[in-house]
Every structure is written in structure tokens, then in C-alpha cells.
């Protein structure tokens, strides 16, 4: 069975640092890329980042360009994104998915998400 789960969401004040987790199991990890999607109450699916299988290819949104990072630790099999500079619109929650595209129909497995709150 496929898992996916999130960690390290929180509070985190205006240009501040914070390191989200996504282990997962259930799966050859090795074997696939995988992403970051958020979504705001009320708003859409936004993809985040993502990240090949071997993390040699590495995508960002355009508003998160120089402020995330995305890695990815096979031997853990754990997916990691470290946001810096948050802003308060970055608060949505965060979900870790398996895959990186196209459409959102390619991402089949979700885990259940870690919010996270900007706050001053």
C-alpha cells in the first residue's frame, strides 16, 4: 500500500524558515519523482515543486524561485522542501504527492497534508 505522510508544518512568522518532511512507503521510491502541491481554503490545487527520480531535475513555481528547495533522499526514502522567506500568502496546506504531472489526474497518491501558518 501506498503511503505518503507529511511532517514539519507549523507556525512560522513573515520571512521565516521552515522545513516540510514527506516519507513514504509502499513503493520503489527510487523509481519515481515526486512533488508539492498546496492549496488555499477556498482555491485551487497549485503545484509547488517537484523533483525527478534521481532529483537531477527540479522544478519550482514561479513565486517560490529562490526561496524553496526541494531535495529528495532516496536512501530515506523522504522528499523534503525547504521554504525560506515565507510570505503570508504561502500558509495554504501542503500535500506531498507521487509523480510530477502532467494534470493532476497523473497525481494518484496524496498524503494528507501539513498546514502551515504564516503568522506576525
Known sequence: EVQLVESGGGLVQPGGSLRLSCAASGFTFDDYAMSWVRQAPGKGLEL??????????????????????????NAKNTVYLQMSSRKSEDTPEYYCSRGWGPGWGSYYYWGPGAPVTVFS
Open 48 to 73: 509547488v515543486s517537484a523533483i525527478s527520480w534521481n532529483g537531477g531535475s527540479t522544478y519550482y513555481a514561479e513565486s517560490m524561485k529562490g526561496r524553496f528547495t526541494i531535495s529528495k533522499d
